[in-house]
Structures are given as C-alpha cells and as structure tokens.
C-alpha cells in the first residue's frame, strides 16, 4: 500500500499563477506601485486561460500584495504593518460579533497591550512628543459636543501613545483594535460628564510621560480603561 505521503496532489492552475505572481513580487522583480503585465500577456507568458488569472490576481488582492482597480492593470501594493491587520478587519468583526467572550478577551488584550506603551512613552518621550499629545488633547476638547469626532480624537490619542515607542507593529497593533472596538464605543456611549472625565484623564496621563514617570503613566492607564471598559458593551 502506498504511502500517504507519497501521493501526488494536483494542484488548480490558479495556485500555479498565484504562486509564481508572489515570486516576481517577493523577489522585487515587481516593485510598490509596479503595474502587474496585462491578463493577456500573462496568459501568454503562463500558458493558462483567464478564469485562472483572475483567480490568482484576487487571491493576491485578498492579503494585500496587489490592489485591483476596474479598467487599470493591478499594482503592487506598498506592505505595512497597518496594511496587515487591515486584511484580518472583517474576520475581527466577525469574530467580535459572534463570540460572546471576544468582546471581554479583546479588552483584556488592549489593557494589557496599553499600560506597556504607557510605560514605554514614559520612558522615550520626547518634548515634540508630548507637544503632539497635548495638541490631540485640545482637538478631543473642542469636540465635547459631537461624539463621532470626540472619539476619533481618542483613538487617535491612544494610537499616538503606541507611536512614541518608534514601533511601527505597535502603533499598527494600536489602530487595530481600537477600530474594532470602536462599533461598541459608539453604540454604548451616552454624553452625561463622562467627556469631561476623558479629558482629565488623558491630561493626567500626558503629565506623566511628561515627567518620564514610567511608572505613574502605566497606572493612570490601567486606571483610564478600567473606567471607561463598560462603555464597550454588546448590545441586545
């Protein structure tokens, strides 16, 4: 009886082009911003039909090495860190909304992953990064009476924290799961002083880093998103 592991497994035409299109970009031979040869001419060059191609091109698009824009050649796309997790948005949602426990873990996750970039911005501030914090502070002030961009300032807040760490995975990781949360956020909030407490808060905290007091930072966080966790809630 022959050996499972010796059985030869045919492979679609579409892994075939897939694999050998994430070659010539992997290589570099196709750069960020390179336009991909036409359907045609990669037709040609692989000897296979278009159903194929097409197939492969947009399982490319799928995790994010070429974007496929409607009567223009594909282009290579510029990788990031903030481009990854853009990829996985939809199965986070997905998962937030179906998982009963998701919700609960994902904020367990940001409290444990902030008090570190707390910490850390403590420890690396410099007087243009509180300046910066101080600035997205005063935006957050002056929008008090229009929650969508209240929260918008603080998201952009807290991702800036993650920033200071020079970090561009930490910083990415940051707008990530405050996006994901976010749906929660504004479902759930309601304008009665908590605004206020907000502010105070993120002063306190911008205080801290101000002082290089790595310690205090991290505590003023933990202490922020205890408060402020029951505003994420699944509704219904």
């Known amino acids: 009886m022959a050996d ?43 000897g296979v039909g278009r159903p194929a191609i097409r197939e492969a091109m947009q399982a490319l698009a799928n995790i994010g090495l070429i974007a496929i824009t409607h009567g223009e050649r594909a282009r290579v796309q510029q990788l990031s860190a903030r481009s990854l997790f853009q990829q996985v948005d939809l199965t986070a949602q997905i998962l937030l909304s179906a ?19 707390a910490r850390e911005a403590a420890q690396r501030a410099t007087a243009e990064d509180v300046a910066r914090l101080r600035g997205i502070l ?54 009665s002083g908590r605004e206020n407490v907000t502010l105070v808060e993120h002063a306190e905290i911008i205080d801290h880093i101000a002082r290089h007091d790595a310690d205090g930072a991290e505590a003023l966080m933990v202490k922020h998103l205890d408060r402020s966790s029951a505003l994420f809630t699944r509704q219904g």
């Open 138 to 191: 005063d935006q957050q002030a002056k929008a008090v009476s229009e929650p969508k961009q209240f929260i918008a300032y603080d998201m952009r807040f807290h991702t800036q924290i993650a920033a200071i760490s020079g970090n561009t995975i930490f910083e990415a990781v940051s707008e990530a799961m405050l996006s994901w949360l976010r749906q929660y956020y504004t479902e759930m909030l309601t304008w």
């Open 99 to 117: 998982s009963p426990d998701s919700l609960e873990h994902l904020k367990q996750a940001r409290r444990f992953f902030e008090r570190g970039m």
């Open 4 to 46: 499972v592991s010796d059985t030869i497994v045919r492979r679609k035409l579409s892994h075939e082009v897939f694999d050998r299109l994430k070659t010539l970009i992997t290589s570099g031979e196709l750069g960020p911003g390179d336009a991909l040869p036409s359907e045609r001419d990669l037709m040609e060059r692989f």
